[in-house]
């Protein structure tokens, strides 16, 4: 909502710092923000987005922001109990105060406090000065206090702007909302008090009585003068007895608009930002977004640098075969669709800050690869690339082998800050370096050396080196050459599925029609909800869309199943109908033309606990254990004369949990080779092996996954049907039975809150700075995370380790099997048929015998379930 200037004058916009400070605190978010380094940063983020929205939208000509004073106001020396019963500020919020003073500093904004007054002293003042002075006034607050100062009956104007209502106040809105004009709201506030800054009023009065007593009489000292004209006795006595008490309330909720500063024009004057120094400050809260606006405009790289274009390709072969201390920092650059489809574009090599060499590879290319081969393809020359596997399938474009990689700040970067979204060369150059990209292959390789000499410290010291050296680092080839393999698809079972899914998702709708009694759009969730809430009259939820429609969510759908038919259909419809969209005819187009088969790509750095995703299309989407996804899997198919063979760790994440937390029953279950829902369901739902059927072991398995994904009792009653209570009952059993379990959450906890991040058994770090948060929905969910990421991460972990090891042992056996898929805990294989058998069992045994780093031993065996077969879906 712009303002409007009301005339001729100049606007002044006095903004009350900490009204805007607690509302951004307080703003309800998905999750807490914080900084790299983990500093709280939710206040100044949203702090500095409001601040930008009311600058952009408003445009004011001159701009303070009033922040209070620090230490006692003349308020607190009359009245000692004034704003005593408000809560301290609280820590996370304290810390972040300075970084909204260095905000407004750097947007070059006057900041303004008086000591011994409060802000809206200070803004009074203010107000007052510069309307005599001529200037309109907006003060942008949500205190109501501030409602005193409207004056808008003459010009200039002086006016209340709240951005939580997103309106202005001017005298008649004023009076619309406390009864009187804004000269009399400090007549009213003396007689009915204010609770939130413990203005005491008069007792017995209230706002109805203040109100007719002020529209009466003018002020509360003409009111006392006629106490004894005032007909209800409870009014009358207040007046008449607590005169001295209205007095000071008076006293406290009038502004003091004659504070001794000067209006001082030149220094309110809005200017432009200094951007540097709010890079600075961007750069280090993490706002990676806010920074790149921040960073010099420019396309030239700094004046310091020394890039020079080589002139022949034997120039290039001497300048690789100088002898270095340091990994020798190189950008590869392709155009094109990985990972087949990529034309080497660019490539540059920076033996150190500031200095770079390229060259022009659309004249004698291939002189220039064979130049570069020899270096590129020594596993002894040592390089620092940005995203390992994007280079090599950039590289394998040309028929080189990338060999001899150190560092790889892409991972560095994923490492450090794994929940952070983008790790590509431009965003952790801004993050890292406060820089922009020219876009010169030079000047990235330049950058890429320089952010390998930043990182790599922060990864040792944050003990990151050992995941990044044995995990993630060698994991990059193995990826690459999976996406290279790729998996056959078979479009003509794709094409018989997609008409079997419109004649299924007819018949659904058809049924769903009949069901409702009437015709409607089943894409519609307010028409799907005007069925349900309104015609059908099922119970709404409490839960409602930004449209204040009642939500008709899977989960909602889900609860109300029980009660109708109609919305469990509703949930078959919108499972076909996605995977009909999704994949069924989705996937045929993404078939290479070459191959035939399907090349997914998988995200190293897409997860914030360690799990790999793929995308394009991502499969880790796909239903595991049910018919529909079964039916899709089908179509994923092996070569002629081949067969895909599947390893699945069985219950890996419960048996890592036994691992960590050394419950003797879990041990005990998982050394013995007993089945662990079986168990659970003998000891927490109190059925004897014997007598358990598959309900028992459906419940017991959802306890036991329940339990490591930190399920309330209220998320379990939901997954298993059942009340609340019962739910609490069987976390109470669990927690009885399986004692050690407990001690190791509340330790993980403790340690948690202490370090403000988990960690997997191998060292992956994973940040939670929302563990210590005042809000209960963002502390719930951190402390779930905490529960859980330790144990997918560290399943993850080996996982990738078992990756790595058959990567190496499958060739080194003779076999001509590879690994072309990866999705949760399951590994793809595709083998000759002649050595399905041989593959499976090395497969089984490696993964079973998985090597860990630091010669670490699990106190439990791993179990890998194998399955070989035609297709995807016949592996289990």
């Not at 996370?92 to 008086?114: E, N, S």
């Not at 130049?371 to 280079?391: I, P, Q, W």
């Not at 299309?617 to 796909?622: A, E, W």
């Not at 905490?786 to 991460?793: E, H, K, R, T």
Request: with cysteine.
């Amino acid at each position: 909502m712009a303002a409007r200037s009301s005339g001729p004058h100049k606007r002044l916009y006095l903004i009350d710092a900490m009204s805007y400070i607690f509302r951004a605190y307080h703003a309800p978010t998905p999750q807490r923000f914080a900084s790299p380094t983990g500093v709280p940063t939710q206040a100044v983020f949203l702090f500095t987005n409001m601040l930008r929205k009311l600058l952009r939208e408003h445009a004011p000509d001159y701009v303070a922001v009033v922040f209070e004073s620090k230490g006692p106001t003349v308020r607190d020396q009359l009245f000692k109990e004034y704003k005593a019963q408000r809560p301290p500020t609280p820590d996370d919020l304290k810390a972040q105060i300075p970084y909204i003073f260095r905000l407004c500093q750097g947007m070059r904004l006057a900041v303004l406090q008086h000591e011994g007054y409060e802000a809206d002293d200070v803004i009074g003042t203010l107000a007052c000065r510069a309307a005599a002075a001529g200037l309109e006034v907006v003060i942008v607050t949500s205190d109501k206090d501030m409602l005193q100062l409207v004056r808008t009956q003459e010009a200039p104007p002086v006016r209340v702007f709240s951005p939580t209502k997103e309106k202005f106040f001017d005298e008649a809105e004023v009076e619309n909302y406390f009864g009187v004009p804004p000269e009399k709201v400090v007549d009213l506030v003396a007689l009915m008090g204010d609770a939130i800054d413990n203005i005491p009023g008069a007792k017995g009065i209230g706002e109805k009585g203040a109100r007719e007593l002020i529209t009466a009489y003018g002020s509360v000292e003409a009111a006392m003068a006629h106490a004894a004209e005032v007909k209800k006795k409870n009014y009358r006595e207040a007046l008449q007895t607590q005169q001295e008490q209205i007095r000071l309330s008076k006293q406290l909720a009038q502004l003091h608009t004659d504070l001794p500063m000067p209006l001082e024009l030149d220094r309110l004057a809005l200017r432009e930002p200094d951007s540097p120094a709010l890079a600075a400050l961007f750069a280090e809260l993490g706002f990676t977004s806010l920074l790149k606006e921040h960073l010099p405009a420019t396309t030239a790289p700094p004046a310091d640098v020394r890039y020079r274009e080589l002139q022949a390709p034997e120039e290039l072969r001497r300048f690789l075969a100088e002898p270095r201390a340091v990994p020798l920092a190189c950008w590869v650059e392709a155009a094109g669709e990985p990972p087949l489809d990529l034309t080497l574009t660019g490539l540059a090599f920076s033996p150190q800050a500031g200095e770079a060499v390229t060259m022009a590879l659309g004249g004698d290319r291939d002189a220039w690869l064979a130049a570069a081969r020899d270096f590129l393809e020594d596993a002894k020359s040592l390089k620092a690339v940005h995203d390992e596997k994007a280079a090599r399938q950039a590289l394998a474009g040309a028929g080189i082998e990338l060999r001899g990689v150190v560092h790889d700040t892409a991972l560095y970067s994923y490492l450090l800050q794994p929940t952070t979204a983008k790790h590509d060369l431009e965003d952790v150059v801004a993050r890292r370096l406060g820089l922009p990209l020219s876009g010169s292959v030079a000047e990235k390789a330049d950058f890429v050396g320089r952010l390998a000499g930043v990182l790599r410290p922060d990864v040792e010291t944050q003990g990151l080196a050992g995941v990044y050296e044995t995990i993630e680092q060698p994991l990059s080839a193995v990826l690459a050459a999976m996406e290279r393999a790729g998996v056959r698809l078979d479009p003509q079972a794709l094409a018989v599925m997609s008409t079997g899914f419109d004649e299924e998702i007819a018949r659904l709708t058809a049924c769903i029609y009949e069901l409702a009694g009437t015709d409607f759009n089943l894409n519609s969730p307010k028409q799907l909800s005007e069925i349900l809430f309104e015609k059908l009259q099922l119970p709404p939820p409490r839960k409602r869309g930004k449209t204040q429609v009642a939500s008709t969510a899977a989960d909602v759908l889900e609860e109300l199943a029980g009660a109708h038919e109609l919305p469990a259909r509703v949930l078959e419809y919108r499972e076909l109908a996605k995977l009909k969209s999704t994949y069924i005819d989705v996937l045929p187009a993404k078939i290479h033309p070459r191959t035939g088969r399907l090349h997914t790509e998988f995200n190293q750095t897409g997860t914030a606990t360690g799990r790999l995703s793929s995308s394009d299309p991502n499969l880790q989407n796909i239903p595991i254990r049910t018919e529909m996804g079964n039916r899709i899997r089908a179509a994923f198919v092996a070569d002629p004369g081949w067969a895909l063979v599947g390893a699945d760790y069985s219950q890996i994440e419960l048996r890592v949990l036994a691992h960590l937390s050394e419950d003797a029953v879990l041990l005990e279950a998982f050394r013995r080779g007993e089945d662990i829902h079986a168990r659970t369901a003998e000891e927490v739902l109190g059925v004897p092996p014997l007598m358990q059927n598959a309900e028992h072991r459906r419940l017991a398995k959802m306890i036991n996954f329940g339990i490591i994904y930190g399920l309330t009792a209220y998320g379990l009653a939901t997954r298993l049907g059942i009340e609340p209570r019962e739910a609490q009952d069987y976390i109470d059993a669990y927690f009885r039975r399986y004692a050690g379990v407990a001690a190791f959450r509340e330790r993980l906890l403790e340690e948690t809150r202490r370090a403000g991040a988990t960690r997997t058994l191998f060292g992956r770090l994973r940040p939670i700075p929302e563990i210590d948060s005042r809000n209960s929905n963002q502390r719930n969910f951190a402390e779930r995370t905490a529960l859980n990421s330790p144990l997918q991460g560290t399943a993850a972990d080996l996982i990738k380790l078992a990756m790595i090891q058959l990567h190496e042992r499958l060739p080194k056996a003779g076999l001509r099997a590879r690994m072309i898929l990866q999705v949760h805990d399951e590994l793809v294989f595709e083998a000759p048929e002649a050595e399905v058998e041989r593959a499976r069992a090395l497969v089984k045994e490696a993964m079973e015998n998985v090597q860990l780093p630091g010669g670490l031993r699990l106190k439990v065996p791993l179990v890998v379930e194998t399955g070989a077969g035609p297709n995807w879906a016949a592996l289990k």
